[in-house]
């Protein structure tokens, strides 16, 4: 591919080592400092666009050397406010990485947020006042006096009775809640389920939060929106209009020289 090796070459004369053959770090491609790292494992049509989003990063680094630390600015990568092109940041993101929408995390979400209703009409059956946010008094009277209560922070726990002669070890699963004990009602038993899930709810809502906080990190949106052009420009211009009328001005008045001689000169891009 012409495009690819042109793109390493002119990245070359700018003092940035190209390597090609690499893990990247785990991810499709890496950027630190000088050194762009391209993943022997994504396919061949990624490799432009990979090697023009770690560019991106490259050339966000020439403007602000505490970049890896910071995030980056979108006021120093637009020279406009942040409210004003955000918005449409993330929509080109959204265009270019469908894995910034988070969609199977949200989907598994939803489907514990289901289970979670389910196990709370079962307690209300037997409890029809129980509500979440206040204590379930008669299941913590219960608790006291039951080794299910290590269930309440654990789906799997391991309980070693120390006797006198010697030890016996039992294991105790959310799944096998009634079978381990016999005598726990219900109610109970499905107020144990609810907490497990309710901690599985809370593991998918941080893992969201932590793809949003790196997606949404303005050297990633600037990154994604040059990407996003070499995919398909009009459908950038269409997406965020103001934000890329504001890099067509910059663009053109030089704010971007690496970018503006990639585009005109080895991708043709005519911007």
């Known amino acids: 591919m012409m495009e690819k090796k042109s793109l390493i070459e002119y990245f070359k004369t700018l003092g940035i080592d190209v390597h090609t053959k690499t893990k990247a770090r785990g991810h499709q491609g890496f950027f630190l400092k000088n050194r762009i790292d391209i993943s022997k494992n994504i396919?061949?049509?990624?490799?432009?666009?990979?090697?023009?989003?770690?560019?991106?990063?490259?050339?966000?680094?020439?403007?602000?050397?505490n970049l890896h630390k910071t995030g980056g600015s979108l006021e120093v990568l637009f020279k406009t406010s942040e409210s004003d092109i955000f918005e449409e940041?993330?929509?080109?993101?959204?265009?270019?990485?469908?894995?910034?929408?988070?969609?199977?995390?949200?989907?598994?979400?939803?489907?514990?947020?289901?289970?979670?209703?389910?196990?709370?009409?079962?307690?209300?059956?037997?409890?029809?006042?129980?509500?979440r946010s206040k204590k379930f008094k008669e299941f913590d009277r219960f608790i006291k006096h039951s080794n299910a209560k290590y269930l309440l922070k654990y789906d799997r726990v391991k309980i070693i009775?120390?006797?006198?002669?010697?030890?016996?070890?039992?294991?105790?699963?959310?799944?096998?809640?009634?079978?381990?004990?016999?005598?726990?009602?219900?109610?109970?038993?499905?107020?144990?389920?609810?907490?497990?899930?309710?901690?599985?709810?809370?593991?998918?809502?941080?893992?969201?939060?932590?793809?949003?906080?790196y997606y949404q990190q303005p050297t990633e949106l600037f990154a994604r929106f040059v990407e996003g052009i070499y995919l398909d420009k009009e459908w950038v211009e269409a997406i965020a209009p103001n934000t890329f009328e504001r890099f067509v001005e910059l663009l053109n008045i030089g704010y971007y020289p690496e970018i503006r001689f990639v585009f005109n000169n080895i991708l043709k891009i005519n911007i």
Do not use: W
């Open 89 to 131: 940041l993330v929509k080109v993101t959204n265009f270019v990485d469908q894995n910034s929408l988070c969609v199977r995390l949200f989907e598994h979400k939803d489907r514990v947020k289901n289970k979670i209703k389910a196990e709370e009409s079962i307690i209300k059956a037997d409890y029809p006042n129980f509500m």
């Open 161 to 213: 009775d120390r006797g006198f002669f010697k030890s016996s070890v039992k294991y105790h699963s959310i799944d096998n809640i009634e079978q381990d004990f016999p005598d726990i009602k219900k109610a109970f038993a499905a107020y144990i389920r609810l907490k497990s899930l309710q901690r599985k709810q809370a593991r998918i809502s941080s893992r969201i939060n932590k793809y949003n906080k």
């Open 43 to 65: 396919p061949e049509e990624k490799i432009v666009p990979t090697l023009l989003h770690e560019f991106a990063h490259y050339v966000n680094y020439c403007m602000d050397k």
